[in-house]
């Protein structure tokens, strides 16, 4: 499915007042993150045992301080993220560089990188940057050479760069995220279907030799995720009792702070990657679903936005950020449920941390910076690749 620009050559400015930019936010998607940002408030609060302290609490002031950051990213003309794409992919490529000399060791894997008491994981702007490198490459790109080889091998390279990099440290788990960021961007740049079908059947032939390469645990990942009950109380531990869990809670829950598994800690992580299996306890079936929808409405809504806009970065990059929700939501459900491997991520805007947060709440900022100032129309003559 290719974003054709509707305006791709002409100029037509954009609002120029803070109040005309302030009524062109989408409040919507902002009310949206605010509902699904309370259900992690309370369901953080359940873990707790009915307390705001350490996790709800500082849960909510992130969810505040995210939406601030989005009404502030999206007064930021959207030219100035295009000439801003460029330096950040390189910036971010650069500390991953970095990471392997001077990185933090933390939990056996070197990805963050310290200054002054701050720590900094470069893959996480990588995610961000990844999606305006490629939205301005598709943006200075005419349409009509978007699928052939020879550009179609540069944007791949810009994503692989990256993805070796966060191999290193190592992250499977980031490093799927972002090749599967960037790909989707590509696919929605107009890029053919044949690339796609003969890379899955690149990657099923070279799976062999792909195992070969991967580390002890992540290869006992892949076979706790085949066959959990091989270690029920080692690997297998974490995802038999999230099925346990998710059945208990049958159609309608055990109710609010009621779920065994949870309360008498028999779910590991349940704060973090499973919080959506003690959701699932607590609330059963109708509330699981309820949360999913949510999370529908908003990437549908982000998709919309994209197809709004009149210029393909803008365009992409919206749809950046929608992609960038869609797959997060996507993995951690599968991974709870059994349908993946375990990997290490969390569901956006619900589990307890700042930097998947942080990440998504820049990146649809960004989003609404493109659609704030949708009525521009980029020339693509005026860029540079």
């Keep these: 499915m290719a974003f054709v620009p509707a305006h791709r050559f002409g100029i037509t400015s954009g609002p120029e007042t803070l109040t005309e930019k302030l009524w062109r936010v989408q409040w919507l998607v902002l009310a949206l993150i605010v509902l699904i940002g309370s259900v992690g408030v309370s369901a953080l609060y359940s873990v ?227 919080i959506f299996t003690m959701f699932a306890e607590e609330m059963g079936f109708t509330g699981s679903l309820t949360l999913l929808v949510l999370y529908g409405v908003l990437i549908a809504l982000l998709f919309a936005m994209a197809l709004g806009a009149r210029n393909q970065f803008s365009r992409l990059v919206i749809a950046g950020s929608s992609v960038t929700l869609a797959i997060y939501v996507a993995i951690n459900i599968a991974m709870v449920t059994g349908l993946a491997p375990v990997v290490g991520v969390p569901l956006p805007l619900v589990s307890y941390g700042g930097t998947a947060m942080t990440t998504l709440m820049i990146a649809i900022g960004i989003a609404m910076s493109a659609h704030v100032h949708r009525s521009e129309a980029l020339r693509r003559g005026d860029l540079s690749l």
């Design 48 to 274: 707790a045992g009915g307390s705001f302290e350490p996790w709800a609490e500082q849960h909510a002031l992130r969810i505040a301080v995210g939406l601030a950051a989005v009404i502030a990213l999206s007064l930021v003309p959207v030219r100035f993220v295009l000439g801003m794409a460029y330096p950040v992919y390189f910036l971010a490529l650069a500390l991953l560089a970095a990471v392997p000399v001077i990185g933090i060791v933390q939990m056996g894997a070197r990805r963050w990188i310290g200054a002054g008491g701050l720590q900094l994981q470069p893959a996480e702007i990588m995610k961000i940057a990844v999606v305006l490198a490629l939205a301005r490459y598709y943006q200075w790109l005419a349409p009509e050479r978007v699928s052939r080889p020879m550009w179609v091998a540069i944007p791949l390279v810009l994503i692989a760069m990256p993805v070796a990099f966060v191999l290193k440290q190592p992250d499977l788990g980031t490093a799927i995220l972002i090749a599967l960021l960037g790909l989707g961007l590509m696919f929605l740049a107009g890029v053919h279907w044949a690339y796609f079908a003969g890379g899955v059947a690149s990657v099923a032939a070279l799976a062999p030799i792909l195992w070969s390469y991967l580390h002890d645990y992540q290869k006992k990942r892949v076979q706790t995720f085949l066959d959990p009950d091989r270690d029920p109380l080692g690997a297998g531990y974490h995802i038999l009792q999230s099925k346990i869990a998710l059945g208990s809670g049958g159609l309608n829950g055990k109710g609010f702070m009621s779920g065994t598994q949870s309360q008498l800690n028999f779910l590991p992580e349940k704060h973090t990657d499973f």
